[in-house]
């Protein structure tokens, strides 16, 4: 799920189980991506289950940012199973002044 306010882009995933270190988040080429990977909690000696609920694995989620964010400064948390990252809308870009350098020359052209 993801949402914008006046001043943030905001992208929330719901990952129950995930440990924080098994959780990597990264932006490439206007991409936010994360991954992770969860490991199974229980584990059968035998091999043989009756059921068998959530899974287990590695898994990925892709998408694609709007240009009006900044993104070298994403703030991923994650809080009770939730991963929110948090990216600040960009400061619009300004316009740039450049002075006038001013060349002083002869007053009037030879032959004229």
């Not at 993104?71 to 939730?82: C, F, I, L, T």
């Not at 619009?92 to 032959?111: H, L, N, T, W």
């Amino acid at each position: 799920m993801w949402w914008l306010t006046v001043d943030e882009f905001y992208v929330r995933a719901s990952l129950p189980g995930v440990a924080p270190e098994n959780i990597r988040v990264s932006i490439e080429d206007d991409v936010l991506t994360i991954r992770g990977e969860t490991a199974s909690q229980f584990e059968s000696a035998d091999g043989a289950y009756l059921m068998r609920e959530g899974r287990s694995g590695s898994f990925h989620r892709s998408l694609r940012l709007p240009d009006t964010v900044d993104q070298d400064r994403a703030e991923p948390r994650y809080e009770h199973g939730v991963l929110t990252v948090t990216l600040p809308k960009a400061e619009a870009k300004r316009a740039k002044e450049f002075p006038v350098q001013v060349i002083e020359g002869p007053a009037a052209i030879e032959g004229s």
